[in-house]
């Protein structure tokens, strides 16, 4: 069994800055993919970015420019750091985990952490 644990969401100000963490533990053999998602209230939950294991990056348009995407394959860490926050921004942020171990592979998700944009 895998477990993410996140942190680093808050309240913070238009333009403002945030970095969020997410760690990995137990039986995690491989880890492939790393992403951030994100849902905001009534509406669906989007891919914000990803880092596979050897560090090629994508992100969604909306946040392109702003957000950071890195991983610390040494610590098992996934981390998000967010520049420039706009109030669209706001929502709950979950990071994700795909790998493989012994019993096969998983596809784990952390328990979201809030991030409101506010003035």
């Known amino acids: 069994q895998v477990q993410l644990v996140e942190s680093g969401g808050g309240l913070v100000q238009p333009a403002g800055s945030l970095r969020l963490s997410c760690a990995a533990s137990g039986r995690i053999a491989s880890i492939g993919t790393m992403s951030w998602h994100r849902q905001a209230p009534g509406k669906e939950r989007e891919l914000v970015a990803s880092i596979t294991s050897d560090g090629s990056r994508n992100y969604a348009d909306s946040v392109m420019g702003r957000f950071t995407i890195s991983r610390d394959n040494n610590k098992n860490a996934l981390y998000l750091q967010m520049n420039n926050l706009k109030p669209e921004d706001t929502a709950v942020y979950y990071c994700?985990?795909?790998?493989?171990?012994?019993?096969?592979?998983?596809?784990?998700w952390g328990q979201g952490t809030q991030v409101t944009v506010f003035s």
């Open positions: 994700n985990v795909v790998g493989y171990s012994w019993s096969g592979d998983y596809d784990v």
